[in-house]
Structures are given as structure tokens and as C-alpha cells.
């Protein structure tokens, strides 16, 4: 394959900044730039070698360390160069124009890992978990794309895909043979085995709320009248949590997100500004947006004023949309009103400004949390959005054809969803061959019989 460069880290100025070349010419093409003690090609596989690189007019570029990895033994799968030179802006850039004039071509946005893919370096499972775990905000969710990368994931489809083979192998060995009808023990069996497969299929669907909650964060949404204290409460537990991991942008542009790490998972803090244009809005919870937040939480916060009364604070009706809700009274540092007295459903209460009760509050979220935490971890697969599309196309192809196998309905028709079953399997770990299929059947039937 054509020989790809690309500035491996991020741009700005560093201690160190490293240029990755990929391709069938990339120790040749780093070669036409490179002075050192020995070429390119006669450096010691995995062996940092120092060197300089020029321009094509001579001019020194930098001086950098270079390693070089031999075919297969690289990331990619195809002979790779790393080039670790000065981390600054210019001289990066000039390094990988130098690259491009030897001959190299500009790789494009994950181009390294299509080709490891392409070269069968990574499932398409393991491709995603290598981004998985340059976005993992908390240990957690780096553990869960570690474990992806190292195959988990693949390895489970690749038993459903085995599994469907399986039962494929069976029918199609009756498609050679019109004649026979399948046996009712045979079918019996196939049945149970189908219906297994359906329940495998199910076991990894249901992984994919862990997955969202990995890679995205538990959604806890703050709702409450405007000036209730939503945006001073936003800021104390993000003060409050040294582990800042990121500042997301909104998914609208009103409402603020953030991601922290609770006890290790994820939560993304969302502030519903739309609540702050009225208090209407929060009976009206048919504004799209709010209406939207509260549906997708996983913990809604719902803050109230304690130095008013509770008469004139609307409630949100949560009950229904989430599992989790705390309702947190803020403000007790202002005179409490006497009306909260009577009211039982505060559990929490806190101030804000004096960040009083704040610890407590944030022990009930991490409650909340944590008990997700020990869910989280209890599972070693966790699927995504990609995955969960692919396996639902599973499920229904297996329920498909275990409904024809029951109605005594041909083997051709049987066969045809199983295979598409197994297309989709194939789809999630980005391989199906169909090799697979007649080595199956030649290897474990007897043909001939
Ligand atoms: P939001 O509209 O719900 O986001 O409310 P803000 O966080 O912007 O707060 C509205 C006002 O209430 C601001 O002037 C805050 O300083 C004040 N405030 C917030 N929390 C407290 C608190 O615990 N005690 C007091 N006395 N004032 C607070």
C-alpha cells in the first residue's frame, strides 16, 4: 500500500512530538531524508536510532530518534517508521513536509488503524476500542476499552458467528440433499440451539447501557426554577472534583455539560438552561429540550429554594422519566421557610454558597453512582451504537429462522436468514468469509453419505 505520514501527536509545543510513516516504501522514503550512522533499512528493528533530517536543499531540519518496525511487527501490519523530533509547531511541520516531498502521502483520519485492520492486525472491535481508550474520562471506562482491545468483544461474536455457523453447516448440508427432509430430532435440536443463539445475542445487547454510560457518562441533569442555584451547584461539584476530565460542548446550545469522575464512573452534568427562560417551562415540559434532557437522564437533580415557600416552587414530575431523582434543597444558609417543614421528599440540603451539605450531597449521587459502578464492572464486553445495530440484525434474523424451522418452512429459506444472521455478526467485527461456511461443511459432514 502507498506509503501514509502524519504528525502522530497532538500540534503545539512539547518536549517531543512524533511523525508515524506506514507503507510498503516508508524505509525507503524516510531514507531519501534521514543521515545517520547506518540507512534506514539497516537500522535494528525496534532500535530508537539518532539521526538528522534534511530538506531537499540540505538545510537540517531536526534532529530526532527514529525506530523502525518491520512488517507485521508493527501496528499497522506494514513496514512503519516513528520519527520523535522536537515538539515544536514549525519544525513538526517541516518534518512531514520533508516526508511527503521523499514521497510519502498525507495519511487521512484514522488511516493507521484502517490498515491495521485491513492488514488483520484488529477486528473492527478492537479498531474502536484503540478510540475508546483515547476518549476514556475515567479508569473504568479505560479498563472496558482495554478489554475490547484486547479482544473480548470479538471473541464473543466470534462464538455467536461460530454458533450460527453451526446450525448453517446442518441446513445447508440438507440444501445438497433435496431429498431428505430434516429428521424432527434434528430439528428439535437446531431449534434449541437457535434459541440459544437468540439469548447469546441478547446477553450482548444488553451490554450496550453499560457501553453508553462508559463512553458518553451517566447523565445527571440538573433541574429547577431560574436562580434556584443550578449553575452555582454545577460549578461546586465541579470544584469539588479535582479529577476534571473534559469540557463538552452542549448537545444544544442551551445546556451546559461536563463530564467528571465519580468514583471512577463517567457523569456528565447537564444544566438545563431551557428551564431558566420561565418557570412555566417546567410544567410545560413539552419544551422539546428539557422534555429531552429529563427522558435521557440517568439522575435528575432537582434543586429547590428553601428561603421561599414551597408553595411557590413548581415541581418537576420526574417519577415518571427516571429511575434515579434527588431533590436537593438549596439556599439554607437564607432563612429556611417555615413550609419545608412539613415536606418529607427533601433529601438532601445544602448551600451552595457556603458549600454547606454539599458532601453529603454528592455521597447520595455517588450512591447513585455506585451502585452502577459495581454493574459497570461486572461485565467484561460492553457494545456501542455500531455494535447494538449490527447484533439487533442478529436477533431477528435467528428469530426469523428458528419461526421457519418451527412451521416446517424449506431449508432454503432457513438457510437464507441464518446467513444473514452471520453477515451481521461478520459486520460487527468487520470480517466474513465465506470460506468459512464450506470449510464447515466439508470438515465436520460427511458428504458423501
Ligand atoms: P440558576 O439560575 O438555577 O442556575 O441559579 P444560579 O446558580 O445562577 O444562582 C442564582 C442566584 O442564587 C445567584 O445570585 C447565586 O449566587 C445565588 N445562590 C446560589 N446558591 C445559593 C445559596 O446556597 N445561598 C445563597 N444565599 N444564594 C445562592
Request: proline share 2%; with cysteine.
Amino acid at each position: 500500500m502507498e506509503t501514509i505520514a502524519a504528525i502522530a501527536t497532538p500540534v503545539g509545543h512539547g518536549a517531543v512530538s512524533v511523525i508515524r510513516v506506514s507503507g510498503e516504501d516508508a524505509f525507503e522514503v524516510v531514507d531519501r531524508i534521514w543521515r545517520g550512522r547506518q540507512r534506514v533499512m539497516e537500522i535494528p528493528a525496534r532500535m530508537a536510532t539518532l539521526g538528522k533530517i534534511y530538506d531537499r536543499h540540505s538545510n537540517l531540519i531536526d534532529e530526532v530518534l527514529l525506530t523502525r518496525f518491520v512488517g507485521r511487527a508493527s501496528y499497522t501490519g506494514e513496514n512503519t517508521v516513528e520519527i520523535s523530533g522536537h515538539g515544536g509547531v514549525l519544525v513538526t511541520q517541516r518534518l512531514l513536509e520533508a516526508l511527503v516531498e521523499a514521497g510519502a502521502k498525507l495519511a487521512g483520519p484514522g488511516e493507521f488503524s484502517q490498515r491495521a485492520f485491513l492488514n488483520g492486525k484488529l477486528d473492527l472491535t478492537q479498531a474502536e476500542a484503540v478510540m475508546d481508550l483515547i476518549t476514556a474520562q475515567t479508569d473504568l471506562a479505560l479498563r472496558a476499552a482495554h478489554q475490547q482491545l484486547q479482544g473480548k468483544l470479538g471473541a464473543e461474536v466470534a462464538a455467536l458467528q461460530d454458533g450460527i455457523l453451526g446450525v448453517l453447516a446442518h441446513i445447508e448440508a440438507y440444501i445438497d440433499f433435496p431429498d431428505e427432509d430434516i429428521d424432527p430430532d434434528t430439528q428439535a435440536v437446531l431449534s434449541g440451539k437457535v434459541e440459544g443463539l437468540v439469548a447469546q445475542t441478547g446477553r450482548l445487547l444488553a451490554t450496550q447501557e453499560r457501553g453508553r454510560i462508559l463512553r458518553e457518562g451517566l447523565r445527571l441533569v440538573f433541574v429547577g426554577a431560574p436562580n434556584v442555584g443550578k449553575s452555582s451547584l454545577l460549578n461546586v461539584l465541579l470544584g469539588f472534583d479535582r479529577a476534571i476530565v473534559s469540557e463538552v460542548a452542549g448537545t444544544t446550545r442551551d445546556t451546559v455539560e461536563e463530564v467528571v469522575s465519580l468514583g471512577g464512573v463517567p457523569v456528565r452534568l447537564i444544566d438545563t438552561a431551557g428551564l431558566r427562560e420561565s418557570v412555566d417551562a417546567i410544567e410545560h415540559a413539552g419544551i422539546a429540550r428539557t422534555g429531552a434532557a429529563l427522558a435521557s437522564a440517568d439522575l435528575v437533580v432537582e434543586l429547590l429554594d428553601a428561603s421561599r415557600s414551597p408553595d411557590e416552587q413548581s415541581r418537576v414530575d420526574v417519577a415518571k422519566t427516571v429511575k434515579h431523582h434527588l431533590v436537593v434543597l438549596n439556599k439554607t444558609d437564607l432563612k429556611v421557610h417555615q413550609g419545608w417543614d412539613g415536606v418529607d421528599d427533601v433529601d438532601v440540603r445544602i448551600s451552595c454558597l457556603e458549600e454547606g451539605g454539599v458532601e453529603p450531597l454528592i455521597e447520595a449521587i455517588q450512591h447513585e453512582v455506585t451502585t452502577s459502578a459495581a454493574e459497570l464492572d461486572a461485565t467484561p464486553v460492553a457494545i456501542n451504537t455500531r455494535h447494538r445495530g449490527c447484533l439487533q440484525t442478529v436477533a431477528a434474523e435467528l428469530e426469523t429462522a428458528g419461526e421457519l424451522m418451527h412451521d416446517g418452512e424449506p431449508v432454503e429459506f432457513i438457510a437464507e436468514h441464518l446467513r444473514a444472521a452471520l453477515n451481521a455478526a461478520g459486520e460487527v467485527i468487520g470480517k466474513l468469509d465465506a470460506e468459512d461456511v464450506l470449510g464447515r461443511i466439508f470438515s465436520s459432514f460427511c458428504i458423501g453419505k
